[in-house]
């Protein structure tokens, strides 16, 4: 704040410069201090808590958001204090939820005949908890129609590539987890096996448009292909399917608009996505939608009496800040098809490029190179040797660890199931990492490839000379 007064503002600058008795303050790690101090102290005190966290902007690991524009940075500080929940005090803010909700129906092609319903989340873990809570109820319902009373548990299909929310929900909601093999030809979904993990407690099927190992997309037409048949010769059961479209949710419309995945499929009843990944929303929104009413069980849908007024919510957090809301409304209005389009295929150009130049240096096996979401996903190939014939002595972790040196976050980590011996990269490629920042990553890659020739032996050779002593 300017106070017009040079004075003052001396003053307050004084106040938490580095003479100030604010600054010698011991941060809190058990209990809370008994002295207050200044805010901007305080600020400048936790800022330098934070230092050595990195720029997350060069954090390759994350699928979340790590840029927004100035004006929605405002807008998210401007609506902070509103509450989401609190629909009767802050109608509009609601309204712009249901628009959100309306825009991604729309996007995901709700039949005009149905009746869709739909809420934001904190994110898709939550969307799929309710996802999966739709399912189990519908499931329970059905069978009680039906006079089945016994204590059958029931169970989820999914590939052995989901993601660790589906564990969460199995878990609490006492669901068995059933998953279907990946293997060497199959990184996500088998649907040639899929259906010999299903029964008559099954609830539904996952289908994940884009795995979170290494991007690819299930190929759900062909499941729902294969569901509709068995729905055919088991009346009394449908079996239904949620996508987990966590990543490719508002990313694939835009990018391949003509691959199909979504309610265009008869099967596919609900759909999630987080607004904090390809939605261009900064962490802390998800989305679910389902393509009608009936695949929502009444139970799941509380009227909540607040300020003299009854509104509807299936959401299982309650208070929470509006402002992620409003930002992704914010990115709706302000890129539009257009807009997302284009920043989307963008991102896909920087993916490929740098699959192609890590393909190109020879020392690695691609697993995905921008095929499905805009990740690459590579492992060392077990014979890899330099040019001059040196073979390889470091691995993925190594590189990652070389590479952090440049500030670049990579992870390295296994494979699901039978595949735990894979060790892989994954780099995730977003809005912000743009080409001229892609082409610094290759070539700080390339130098750490080059370095890690000679810094591995040289280390060898110490050791040795450390044991020959
Ligand atoms: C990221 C992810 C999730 C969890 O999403 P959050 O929004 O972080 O809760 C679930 N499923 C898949 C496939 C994901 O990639």
């Not at 001059?388 to 470091?394: A, C, E, K, Q, R």
């Given at each position: 704040m300017y106070y017009g007064d040079k004075t003052k503002e001396k003053l307050q600058n004084m106040a938490f410069g580095?003479?100030?008795?604010?600054?010698g303050t011991i941060l809190p790690k058990t209990k809370i201090n008994s002295e207050s101090i200044n805010a901007q102290a305080a600020k400048a005190l936790i800022k330098n808590e934070l230092l050595?966290?990195?720029?997350s902007r060069l954090n390759?690991?994350?699928?979340?958001?790590?840029y927004m524009e100035p004006e929605a940075l405002e807008l998210m500080s401007e609506t902070m204090?509103?509450?989401?929940?609190?629909k009767s005090e802050y109608p509009q803010t609601a309204e712009l939820e249901m628009r959100c909700v309306n825009i991604l129906a729309d996007l995901w092609h709700s039949p005009k005949d149905m009746n869709f319903i739909g809420t934001s989340t904190v994110g898709s873990s939550e969307a799929c908890m309710l996802a999966g809570m739709a399912m189990k109820f519908r499931w329970r319902n059905k069978r009680k129609a039906q006079g089945i009373e016994d204590n059958s548990k029931p169970n989820l299909v999914m590939s052995?590539?989901?993601?660790?929310c589906w564990e969460k929900f199995c878990v609490y909601w006492d669901v068995e987890l059933r998953t279907v093999p990946v293997d060497k030809q199959h990184l996500c979904l088998n649907v040639d096996k899929?259906?010999?993990?299903?029964?008559?407690?099954?609830?539904g099927i996952v289908g994940i448009l884009?795995?979170?190992?290494?991007?690819d997309y299930e190929d759900i037409a062909a499941l729902d292909d294969i569901i509709e048949k068995y729905n055919r010769n088991h009346p009394n059961q449908e079996l239904v399917i949620h996508v987990d479209?966590?990543?490719?949710?508002?990313?694939t419309p835009f990018?391949?608009?003509?691959?199909v995945w979504d309610f265009?499929?008869?099967?596919?009843?609900s759909i999630s996505a987080s607004g904090h990944k390809y939605g261009?929303?900064?962490?802390?929104v998800g989305w679910i939608v389902w393509?009608?009413?009936?695949?929502?069980?009444?139970?799941?849908?509380f009227e909540v009496e607040y300020l003299g007024s009854s509104v509807p919510t299936m959401a299982?957090?309650?208070?929470?800040?509006?402002s992620q809301i409003v930002a992704q409304y914010y990115n709706f209005l302000r890129f539009g098809k257009e807009g997302y389009s284009l920043i989307h295929s963008r991102t896909q150009e920087v993916a490929l490029m740098i699959g192609d130049a890590i393909r190109s240096t020879g020392f690695f096996k691609m697993?995905?190179?921008?095929?499905?979401?805009?990740i690459i996903c590579y492992k060392l190939k077990d014979d890899a040797v330099y040019e001059?014939?040196?073979?390889?002595?470091?691995n993925l972790h190594d590189l990652s660890a070389r590479l952090l040196m440049y500030g670049w976050q990579i992870p390295t980590y296994a494979l699901p199931?039978?595949?735990?011996?894979e060790v892989v990269h994954r780099i995730v490629c977003r809005a912000d990492l743009t080409y001229n920042l892609g082409e610094n990553f290759v070539r700080d890659l390339k130098k750490c490839i080059s370095e890690l020739k000679t810094a591995r032996i040289l280390c060898d050779e110490e050791l040795l000379a450390g044991h020959k002593k």
């Open positions: 580095y003479d100030s008795r604010e600054r050595d966290e990195g720029t390759l690991a994350t699928f979340c958001q790590t204090d509103k509450n989401a929940i609190d052995e590539a989901y993601q660790i899929v259906m010999d993990y299903v029964d008559d407690n099954t609830i884009g795995t979170t190992y290494t991007g479209a966590a990543s490719g949710g508002i990313y990018v391949d608009p003509y691959y265009k499929l008869k099967n596919v009843v261009l929303t900064f962490p802390g393509k009608d009413r009936k695949y929502l069980p009444e139970e799941l849908i299982i957090n309650f208070s929470r800040s509006a697993y995905n190179s921008a095929k499905g979401l805009p001059d014939g040196t073979p390889v002595v470091w199931g039978a595949l735990s011996d």
